[in-house]
């Protein structure tokens, strides 16, 4: 459920994308760039309080569905965020999307956990939620081996 998208930053706030959910990393891009520290709302205001100087932006905070920033940019930037994306619904027209292309069963036993209520004390309904947890628990792995390259984890020793 990773996306990437570029914006453009100029200003003070900057419209998320539809689909976003939550960031993973957002970060000014070009000759030099930065990566931008998520700040809380108060940590904003501090610093707005603190000095009004525009600048290379370096925090950021979530504000009423937009992208604060601060400083607030002293010329345009492109900003390159990667985030969690929402999913499309499935409708008439748009009848795919990744989920079912590619973990088809998490739908099956997510929906079958689902009709649980309607089928009263069906025995069933453990076994269901079981392979829909399993399912689920298979996306989750999957990812974790693609985001760590297929090769493990290693840990680095340092020498003092």
Known sequence: MESRSNA???????????????????QITGS?????????????MDKREASSTAATPRFYAFIDGSIEVYPTPDQAYTLE??????LDALTSSNT??????YHPDAYLYGALTHSA?????????QVWATLFQNAITGI????????????????????F
């Open 140 to 159: 989750n792995m999957e990812d974790d081996k693609v985001k760590a390259g297929g090769s493990g984890h290693r840990i680095r020793i340092r020498s």
């Open 32 to 44: 030099n760039p930065s990566r931008l520290e998520l700040i809380t709302h108060g940590e904003m």
């Open 96 to 101: 795919t999307n990744w989920i079912i292309t």
């Open 8 to 26: 453009v930053l100029d200003t003070q706030y900057s419209a998320l994308p539809d689909d976003f959910l939550e960031p993973v990393r957002l």
């Open 81 to 86: 965020m990667v985030y969690y994306s929402s």
């Open 117 to 125: 209520p309607y089928l009263a004390e069906d025995a069933r309904t």
